[in-house]
């Protein structure tokens, strides 16, 4: 944003105005009778911050030693030389510490400032209760002078130099700044929404993997139970098997050994047969005969099956 240029002159013909009235001030701290209004009142702590219109004499002081604090409140305020016993001339300040005093006389234009006020003017007061001063600039806040002219001026001019010079520049700073913040945010803004794009893209890869995973663990049950069932399935019709096989054996070899009982018994028929032809039998021959037969037949395996009968 620019100053217009009839502003601008305006502006600087203020400031040249206010110039004037700059070297006006200085000239008036030179010249106190040209600073303001002045004014009489009675010696009190409102005259603080005001300068003396007309000099003031200080007799409280007279016949005292001048301290080094007080030569620096003096010096200070604005007082350059003070009369001391045994001189006919006003000696300066610093050189008339530590020697007494004759008078002590502040010259117009004096700064009555608080340490003046404190180490001299006070004790004065306090002296002569009702002696009057005559000062111009006084901190009366109701008073009006040229010094709150020049404060005001002073502060508007500055106001001015500053728009003049220094708006520009500060409202430039001012819009890179704001531009620069802009774009920051809208880079924040767009990377919010990357994040927030690549949020749901995760959010929904997760939800995939959780599914996936889920569908696998159910895969892998039902996978797990179909082989277990297999298992079983195998495992019984392998001792089915087996038990078929074992009963056939079993069986096979009951025939065989049915067989082979067959075979002992008709062997052992015969020989009995053949024993019977060879000799006579009487009943104990005949019992006898018959339990070595039994006794063989026993010796040989099992019983013969009932329905098999012997010669």
């Known amino acids: 944003m620019n100053v217009a240029p009839k502003k601008k002159r305006l502006l600087k013909g203020f400031i040249a105005v206010y110039i004037l009235f700059v070297v006006a001030w200085l000239v008036g701290q030179a010249f106190p009778t040209m600073r303001g209004t002045a004014k009489v009142y009675r010696l009190g702590p409102e005259i603080k911050g005001s300068h003396l219109a007309e000099a003031f004499t200080v007799t409280i002081f007279s016949g005292r030693i001048l301290e080094e604090r007080v030569a ?15 001189t006919e001339e006003p000696v300066r300040i610093p050189n008339a510490v530590g020697k007494r005093i004759e ?5 117009r234009g004096a700064h009555v400032n608080e340490e003046l006020w404190n180490l001299v003017l006070a004790a004065e007061r306090a002296g002569r209760p009702d002696v009057e001063v005559v000062v111009t600039g006084t901190g009366n806040i109701i008073g009006f002078s040229l010094d709150l002219v020049l404060v005001m001026i002073n502060f508007a001019g500055l106001l001015c130099i500053l728009y003049v010079f220094l708006w520009d520049p500060i409202l430039e700073m001012l819009d890179k700044r704001a531009e620069k913040i802009r774009t920051h945010l809208d880079s924040a803004a767009g990377k919010r929404e990357e994040a927030g794009a690549l949020r749901d893209k995760y959010a929904g890869l997760m939800e995939g993997a959780k599914r996936e995973r889920e569908e696998l663990v159910q895969g892998g049950q039902r996978e797990g139970e179909a082989e277990r069932q297999k298992t079983i399935r195998r495992a019984h019709e392998e ?47 005949h019992e006898a005969l018959v339990q070595d037969f039994l006794k063989k037949v026993a010796a040989g395996g099992d019983e013969p099956p009932a329905n098999e009968k012997t010669d």
């Open 239 to 285: 001792a089915q098997t087996i038990i078929h096989q074992a009963r056939e054996e079993i069986e096979a070899e009951v025939a065989q050994a049915r067989r082979a009982l067959r075979r002992e018994v008709a062997s052992l028929s015969a020989e009995i047969a053949a024993e019977i032809l060879r000799r006579e039998l009487n009943p104990e021959d």
């Open 72 to 86: 620096k409140a003096l010096e200070k305020a604005g007082v350059g030389t003070v009369r001391i016993e045994a």
């Open 103 to 107: 008078s002590l006389v502040l010259p």
